[in-house]
């Protein structure tokens, strides 16, 4: 279908200039037709409206043909202007992705194993510690350490519990002049009710004031408070007898339990460790390799699915600037054309019809020289303008067939598949694998679809048996993991001869458990160490008292008067100097007791339980070493290696995982792809194609413009002249003279193109008076004069010629 538009384009352009000459040669533009103007001036009339109507529509469609050629050009011009500046930034962008994506490998395989590495190895270096404490935990010899903590802690808590032991003295002596102050308030308020004021409200005072309990507040009676002085002598002996030596000599024994398993993991841990550097060379060949590889992957596909862009760079330098010069001169041709072809349809439609006697500028004589010179102006350019129309559709079809179709219809496209790229990945191959299988090519379109899928490098190469990132699986870094872990011993010492406390030990622990101090507590404080001294506020029953005072009237009750008001004052007096001293030493001593608690309790137990447990604790740990110890370590470090082999398990899935996740998408890819292709499909190709759609639209509407040109510019140049009559008659309107029969009078003698004369026949069936201008010598007869030797006056007066003449105009 191509070729047969090219070879018609072809013919056209070279059979047009040979129309060209021979419509000049044999005088083609004069050879017009004239027949009898006034007889067939309503057909002429009807097929110049239909010429003009078919002109204006191919006017319209040069129009359009010539705004679609300067938007096209315009935008051709702006596309290779950006075309270098777009390739740069594809390639800037292709760079820094394909060091982002070896970047990313790089880390993953080098890095994450080096932080690994190093994890793995400190947990190896301090592997016999985590091991013992681990021992510690299980066998609860912490005990030891607890036990040791609550015996040092001891001189601290002395110092603490003698503060307590004065602080108590300090709250029996107030607490004991509060209540006794109270009492007498009571017994005082009592007598005034029942001698003073026998007044109902002095008895409902009374019994609403509760002050019948004021004296009765657990708070105030210390009976119940522990002797502090016996727990101070306790914790002296305690203190004075060294007990925390008995702890400290325990875990010195359990210490050497510790020594034993670094000094059997001495033999274990450096294999674990020279495998583990070992792991750091395979990995590292391994993200060699797959660098390597994805770079060359990635690098071939920039290359190849950028290729056909480069041409664009070669497209602008040579024919840049040529090319808008040719492109200018062939819109203006055009433009020169359209504007001529207007000029001569304004002219056609609104100036006056030839008469033979002085034409106007403006008239159809003038359309039909405009359309004349726009015939030949077309004959001129038609070639040149369908030559261009076609170099830009040849270069239009190429540059899109090789830019723009293989990304927008790939399956279809010929020249594509014929063209398409493949990728050579076994030059990127380490040397160590060159005698492996050869690696199927990689095409570019499998590339691309792979973009459009929105996959990872590592999945086309996976795709492509390039390479498989989830082979890392089959990677064995710790040359123990293929064998039985069960079968390997990492502790071959014996404990059963393990001793933390000796009996005399024991024994001495049982001494300090039953001392004066066994059954401390600060529980046994809390219950008398509370601030509600009184049942109701002492501040609150003075004002009570005032009040009641106030109330009561002079002189009959002043007695009762006197007497509540004093004890108003005796109150607010008790509570200013004692409560607020009372509730200091109660907060005082609730903090000390709480901290000798976190100081000697284990637990929160009393001092004799928190001895016994953990006595109890240290001989069953003891136990457990002595029986269980042994293989305890062992599967420790059974535990050891295997979670080490899984750190390294997580390692490599985690690799695999970002690899086929999040390393090397073609989405990026694609995008410059798209950038820097369809881009420029959009700015330059797409533009070649419409501009060349432009220009050929116009160089195929000049064939039907040249036509209707003929053929308009023959009804344009008809002469239509001024009919008279010598008499009365008039001029007949609408016919022939010689066919009505009116007076004759000669037509001149009008010498059409190449010699023909115009002659006027008479309708069908019309009666004839002879030779109707056929013989000068008949119309002298007649009586008639030739118009080309007579002139005809008019009179002023023979309005009707002149409206007839006018009409026929």
């Avoid at 269980?628 to 979670?643: H, P, Q, V, W």
């Avoid at 700015?683 to 639209?697: A, K, Q």
Wanted: glycine share 6%; proline share 3%.
């Amino acid at each position: 279908m191509v070729l047969i538009w090219v070879v018609i384009l072809v013919v056209l352009i070279i059979v047009i200039p040979f129309i060209a000459v021979c419509y000049c040669c044999f005088c083609c533009c004069r050879r017009c037709r004239q027949g009898c103007p006034p007889c067939t001036s309503k057909q002429d009339a009807q097929r110049r409206f239909c010429c003009g109507i078919c002109l204006l529509i191919l006017i319209i469609g040069l129009i359009f043909g010539i705004i679609i050629a300067f938007v096209t050009n315009k935008m051709i011009d702006s596309g290779f202007a950006e075309t270098s500046e777009t390739m740069k930034r594809g390639s800037e962008d292709t760079c820094t992705y394909l060091k982002d994506v070896a970047d990313h490998v790089h880390h993953l395989m080098m890095y994450n194993y080096e932080e690994m590495e190093t994890h793995v190895l400190d947990q190896l270096t301090h592997a016999h510690r985590h091991i013992f404490l681990d021992l510690s935990d299980t066998s609860e010899s912490n005990s030891l350490a607890e036990m040791e903590r609550v015996l040092e802690d001891m001189p601290e808590a002395l110092e603490l519990m003698r503060q307590v032991e004065k602080m108590e003295k300090d709250l029996r002596f107030y607490g004991s002049q509060l209540r006794d102050g109270v009492r007498g308030i009571k017994r005082d308020v009592n007598f005034a009710v029942a001698n003073l004021c026998q007044l109902q409200m002095c008895q409902k005072f009374l019994i609403s004031s509760n002050i019948e309990h004021i004296d009765s507040s657990q708070c105030l009676h210390f009976d119940n408070l522990p002797n502090t002085k016996e727990f101070v002598e306790g914790m002296e002996n305690i203190v004075a007898s060294e007990y925390y030596a008995i702890p400290q000599r325990g875990l010195s024994r359990l210490k050497k339990v510790s020594d034993k398993v670094k000094t059997q993991l001495s033999f274990v841990v450096p294999p674990m460790m020279r495998d583990l550097t070992k792991g750091r060379t395979i990995f590292r060949e391994h993200a060699t390799n797959v660098r390597n590889i994805v770079e060359g992957v990635l690098s071939d596909i920039h290359i190849k699915t950028l290729h056909s862009t480069k041409s664009f760079e070669d497209v602008y330098e040579r024919f840049g600037h040529d090319r808008n010069v040719v492109s200018l001169i062939v819109c203006l041709l055009i433009l020169l054309v359209l504007f001529i072809l207007i000029f001569a349809l304004l002219c056609g439609c609104f100036g006056r019809r030839r008469t033979g006697y002085g034409d106007e500028c403006c008239s159809k004589s003038t359309g039909a020289t405009c359309l004349l010179l726009a015939i030949l102006l077309i004959f001129c350019v038609f070639s040149f303008i369908a030559l261009v129309g076609l170099f830009y559709f040849m270069l239009g079809m190429v540059t899109y067939q090789g830019a723009c179709a293989p990304l927008r219809d790939q399956e279809n496209n010929t020249l594509f598949r014929q063209l398409d790229a493949s990728i050579d990945l076994n030059h990127y191959l380490p040397p160590s694998e060159s005698n492996k299988e050869v690696v199927q090519p990689l095409k570019m379109s499998s590339a691309i679809k792979a973009c459009h899928a929105n996959q990872t490098i590592f999945d086309m190469m996976r795709q492509h048996n390039i390479y498989d990132i989830n082979d890392l699986t089959r990677i064995k870094v710790m040359s123990h993991s293929q064998e039985n872990t069960d079968s390997i011993k990492v502790f071959d010492e014996d404990l059963s001869t393990v001793v933390l406390l000796t009996k005399e030990e024991r024994d001495e622990l049982k001494t300090a458990g039953e001392s004066k101090l066994a059954k401390y507590h600060s529980s046994l404080y809390m219950p008398s160490l509370c601030t509600q001294f009184t049942p109701m506020n002492l501040n609150a029953l003075s004002e009570q008292l005032y009040k009641l005072s106030n109330d009561l009237e002079y002189p009959a009750y002043g007695w009762a008067k006197v007497s509540f008001w004093n004890e108003g004052l005796n109150t607010k007096a008790f509570y200013r100097n004692f409560v607020p001293k009372l509730t200091s030493l109660v907060e005082k001593m609730k903090a000390n007791l709480k901290k000798i608690d976190e100081l000697i309790s284990y637990e929160n137990h009393d001092f004799t339980n928190t001895i016994k447990i953990l006595t109890a604790t240290a001989i069953n740990s003891e136990q457990f070493i002595q029986t269980r110890g042994k293989d305890y370590i062992n599967a420790l470090g059974g535990n050891l290696t295997s979670s080490i082999d899984q750190m390294i398990d997580d390692y490599i899935d985690m690799i695999i995982k970002e690899a086929n996740e999040s390393v090397g998408h073609c989405a990026p890819l694609s995008y410059i792809y798209y950038r820097g292709v369809d881009l420029i499909c959009h700015r330059i190709v797409d533009p070649i194609n419409g501009f060349w759609v432009g220009i050929l639209l116009c160089a195929l509407l000049f064939l039907p413009i040249l036509f209707v040109a003929h053929r308009l510019m023959c009804l344009y140049k008809k002469i239509y002249p001024y009919l008279a009559t010598v008499g009365a008659a008039g001029v007949v309107e609408g016919g022939c003279p010689i066919c009505t029969g009116a007076p004759y009078v000669p037509p001149p003698i009008v010498t059409c193109s190449g010699g023909q004369q115009a002659y006027c026949g008479c309708p069908s069936g019309a009666p004839t008076r002879g030779g109707g201008g056929e013989d000068p010598i008949q119309a002298d007869e007649a009586g008639a004069v030739s118009w080309d030797e007579i002139e005809v006056t008019l009179k002023e007066s023979d309005r009707d010629i002149c409206a007839s003449k006018s009409k026929t105009d």
